[in-house]
């Protein structure tokens, strides 16, 4: 069985440690291959991916050596294995991969898990989602993108993982661990300063720890930022948790599990 991890960057583990993939080509292919999770991926868009531009004068030939090296590579690591992993299809090839053997894969479907999970399982769904969070190793691919799918693809981990961390923050919210999260989310809206909902969970943080002036402080600076930046206002969702911070109302300081329900 081999572990192929994607959130950071490409890593293949064996049963017996590590194994390394060389080479930007070979790395591209194994990219291009995981993230479409089992399904075939056209000749022409690997060519793509690896080369983009600069295409070599015999691309079949070209990558077909490639796949040819990789078949190798992976058949020495599993050498026990009946059937390659990286099949040949009418629509392209195919590199199979198992439940629980790439780590976007487990991390996507953990975070589906929390989105339907119910309110009153915070607990848990904090515990799934830090679970989660910690497959996180860097940027994806370790910033080696490769074409549009790989792009596309990272763009999609990174988002997942944005609604990962605001999910988090949401049950750690509804725990009553308002101060505890006070530094992951002020870090969280510093390094995403224009997605609203960490400044919204950010405010009912800060209320709830007692620092209820700071929190409208990071309210002003979110609605100057955004007309600056985009030429808009807040949207009604921040702007209700703000009215509800000057209101002091019952909901930022009573049962954690119906403060976000009630405000955003």
Not at 151 to 156: C, F, K, V, W, Y
């Amino acid at each position: 069985m081999l572990k192929f991890s994607v959130l950071g960057a490409l890593h293949v583990r064996t049963v017996s440690g590590p194994a390394e993939i060389s080479g930007d080509l070979q790395r591209t292919l194994v990219q291009t291959l995981l993230i479409s999770e089992g399904q075939p991926v056209s000749g022409e868009s690997l060519v793509e991916e690896m080369w983009g531009e600069a295409v070599p004068d015999n691309q079949a030939n070209a990558l077909q050596a490639h796949v040819s090296r990789l078949r190798r590579k992976l058949r020495a690591l599993e050498p026990d294995r009946p059937a390659s992993r990286v099949t040949i299809h009418p629509s392209g090839y195919r590199l199979t991969v198992a439940e629980g053997e790439l780590d976007a894969a487990e991390f996507v479907a953990a975070v589906r898990r929390a989105e339907a999970a119910l309110p009153d399982d915070a607990g848990n769904t904090a515990r799934l989602l830090r679970e989660a969070l910690a497959l996180w190793r860097g940027p994806v691919f370790g910033g080696l993108t490769g074409g549009t799918l790989c792009q596309l693809a990272a763009a999609r981990y990174e988002e997942y993982r944005m609604r990962a961390m605001e999910l988090s923050f949401d049950a750690e919210l509804r725990l009553g661990r308002h101060a505890a999260v006070l530094a992951e989310l002020a870090e969280a809206h510093t390094n995403h300063p224009l997605r609203e909902r960490f400044c919204e969970q950010l405010m009912i943080a800060l209320y709830g720890a007692g620092r209820q002036a700071d929190a409208l402080d990071v309210f002003r600076r979110m609605r100057r930022l955004l007309d600056a930046e985009l030429g808009i206002q807040p949207s009604p969702a921040l702007r209700r948790v703000e009215n509800a911070i000057l209101r002091h109302d019952p909901a930022l300081a009573g049962d954690a599990h119906a403060t976000l329900l009630q405000l955003a």
